[in-house]
Each structure stands twice: as structure tokens, then as C-alpha cells.
């Protein structure tokens, strides 16, 4: 298909502390026993994506002893799909880059490369801007799992002819609460914040964008660019998740008289009418304090679409869609987060193809039978897990057994063990005797007693389990050790922790100092 793809892999994320350490980046993270970037991977080669680069963060206290760029190149013989990943950190960036190329072997051309940590999703594309040679680039978050196949997107985009394509999913539903939760310091925090965006009523065209913060006010939308466009719908129903298409190559029309620079075109003057080619590269560092695509990139793409139409005469401002501007209090409507607005038919001239005149931003929104679901935070990770072994299961790219499970066949159970539907064990875990599994994943060579009880949880590899433990809604981490009758719920245990015998502990973050 000609594109480049970027994938997003990030590095150590506080979010995710203590799951996350310098022996298990985030893009290894386990989903249902699969590394976390897996997901991203197999959907890439599916739609036959080449040319992909996987961008790597390194700790920003480690720059003055690094270059300032780094990167791995994995080649593989006769490989068909050659990859390129930004990762968070030196270490996380090796450790990434050496897993894929063993998993991928003779399918994958891999270049890792690290950036430093801290510059937001716009600075790891930006500091790999001048690797971008494509007409088209697809920019996906390591973190992302989902169904949807990439390459519908990149066809959607281009079939418009757009400066940027967005997937947008329905927001994804939060387990039950006795399912595995995120432990007492996120269920202090307010309820995710969602996008509200404006699309036009064919539902191709991104019109108006809110995101962080201000979703939780009115939303207000210029009456002027409620009669340029004629009808636009409100939805706040909707993800951003994270996957975007852009053209590297875009148009500015703008108003201009004399020769302007393109750090003025990129400011946002108003000039005389002309066209201004520019580039995705220019943007990035033109708006150098953009460090986010989703909060700051889209939204100003969105609102420098529909500047348009000449100016209103000398000494006049112009606005986005032609009209003389006037005090902005009297063009600004409150509007319900679901409210249809403007009855007239919507006006396709205001958005041109990309052979000439403004750019176009469209969204491709998947369907609702589609999963779509970002691993940014512990009860995400949880949700996650849970899904890929219950309603989403076909994303695990295991074969469930009868009993709707996956029990490797290496693995032992004692007598009366009982292991439910929607479990997972890895290869070479024992349980002992008088043990109960439900829905939960339990990783590779535990190593577990009698009279355990393990719900809704996710417990990972080399793990040591002691008789008469209960973990319930929790997550315990690599070479963790629960002695005799420790009791968890709701519970993070980080790598190499050691849970002591009888402990009793809720809604905690437990990690080695």
C-alpha cells in the first residue's frame, strides 16, 4: 500500500507502575501471555503495511550520555514487511527490538529507535520527522488493541484525499466492579475523559474537535462554521484511538499579499488568498511546544481546514470559512454534547480535495461489533486481559478449549483443581491440590499450593503462589513470592516483591523500594 507506519511503543509509563519496570517495557507488557506490542504487529502485517518504524523513549537523565538518535536495525532474510518502532528508553529499545526480531523472524524487517522520554506522542514524530520519505505515514500507538484492521484506515484516507485520517471507536465499557480493578490510588480519579468531536452528516469528515480538559464544558462551535458546513453532529460517544493517517504533503490556503515565511503561514496570520504547500515535517517543527497529536496536532488541523475564502477586504480580518470576523461573543452556541445542529445540506466545496486548495480531516469510525481498547492505565491492563480471554477472545490467536479455556498441556493440576471458562495457563505452571482458577490469566512456569484461590486476576511468570493464598482483582507481576495465607484484593504486586505470610492487603501498590 505504500505507506510508512510508525508505531508508538513508549517505554517505562508511571501509569502503569508497578507493572512496568526496565526489565519489562511497556510494549512487553503481557495481554492474555502476549507481549503487548504483538497485537499492533500481526495487525500490520496483515494489511500488507511496509516501511515501519517503532519509535523507543529513553529517560531524559540519560542524555547528555547518548546520542541524541539511536537505533537498531534488525534486518531478516527475504523479510516482506520492514518495520520501523520508536520505543521509550536505551534498554526498553534493545529489549523491544531484540523480541521481535526472534518472534518475527522471516516476516518483519525491524529498526527500533529510541528517543528521549517525555516529549509527548508529537515530539517522538517529530524526532523522527526527517526518517519520513512516504507520501503517507500511519502513526499507531503501541499500546493499542484492537480489530480493526489498519490498512481499512489507510484506504479510507486515501480515498478522500485527507491531511489526516483518524480512527475513532466506541468508548470501550469498564469491567464489573468484581472484576479486576485498578487498585485504590486510580479509583480516586474522575471517570475518563472522552473526545467530543463534530462530524459532517455523511460521518466522513472531521469538522470540530475537543479533547482533554475542556470536554467537561459546553460545547461551543462558531455560528460561522455552522453555515459553511451546513450541518455538523456532535458525538461524544466516540474514542480517539490513537491510530492516524496523515499526508505528508498538505495544503494551506491562506490569505496572503507578499511573501510570507512558513513559520507566518504555520502562526496563523491572516493574508490574502493563496495556496501554501507544506509538509507534516514542517508543522512538527514550526509548533515545536506541540507534544501531543491527539490534543494539539488534530485539533489544529481541524481548525485550519476551512480557512478558504479570500479576504473581506482591506484592513479585514478573515476567519476559517470566509465571513468577516465580529466580537466572538456574539458567534458562539451552546450545544448539548449530542445535539444535531444547522438543518441545511452540507457543503462538500468547502472541503476540496488535496490536489488543491484547504486540506480535508476525516475520521474512519469503526463499527460497533469492532474491539478497539488502549492499554494507558492498570485498570485498561486489566480490562484488556479480561476481554482477549472472554468476549474478545478471537484477538488472543489461541483455540479455546471445550471449556472455553486454554490449559497448555505441560501444565499440572492437583486433585479437585478446578480451572472455569475464560482462564488461560501457560506452559509448564503447576497448581496444587483444592485450587479454583476463574477468569483469570496465569503465566508461564508458576508455581502454585493447595487451597488457592485466584479470581480476576492476571499473575504473570515465575511466580510462586504458597498454599492457602487469595488473590482476587489483581495483578502480581514477574518472580513474585506470596507466602502461606497472604491475601490480595484489588492489589498491583510489583516484579520480584514478597508478599509475607497472613498479610492481608486491599486496594494497594506493592513494590520493592
Known sequence: MDFQVVVLAGGTSEKLSPLVSKDVPKALLPVANRPAISYVLDLLESSDLKDII?????????????????????????????????????EAARLVGAWISSAYLDRLVVEVVAVTEDIGTAGALRAISKRLVANDVLVISGDLVTD??????AATHRRNGAAVTALLCSVPVSGPSDAASSGGKDKAKKPCRLNIVG??????????VVSGTDVEKDVRVYKRKIRAVGQMEIRSDLMDAHLYAFNRFFYFLLNVSYPISLQAVLAQQSFDTVDHRTTLQDVLEQKETYRSIRLEVLPYLVK????????GGEGTIVDETGNVVVPPSSN??????????APSAFKQDLLPSSGGGTHRCCVYIASKNKY??????????CDINRDVIGEASHLSGYSFSSHNNIIHPSCVLGSKTTVGPQCMLAEGSQLGDKCGVKRSVIGRHCRIGSNVKIVNSVVMNHVVIE???????????NNVQLQERAVLKDCQVGAGYTVTTGSDHKSESLARK
Open 199 to 208: 462530524l459532517d452528516i455523511t460521518r466522513q469528515f472531521l469538522l470540530h
Open 54 to 90: 517503532v519509535v523507543s523513549k529513553r529517560p531524559s537523565s540519560s542524555i547528555s550520555a547518548l546520542p541524541p538518535l539511536r537505533s537498531w536495525a534488525l534486518p531478516l532474510a527475504n523479510a516482506p514487511v520492514r518495520l520501523l518502532q520508536v520505543v521509550e528508553g536505551q
Open 467 to 477: 498454599d492457602g493464598c487469595h488473590i482476587q482483582g489483581s495483578v502480581v507481576c
Open 148 to 153: 480493526v484492521l489498519p490498512g481499512a484506515v
Open 332 to 341: 458562539l452556541q451552546c450545544l448539548s454534547q449530542h445535539r444535531a445542529i
Open 372 to 381: 478497539c481498547h488502549r492499554l494507558n492505565s492498570i485498570q485498561a491492563y
Open 304 to 311: 485550519s481546514q476551512l480557512r478558504s475564502a479570500p479576504s
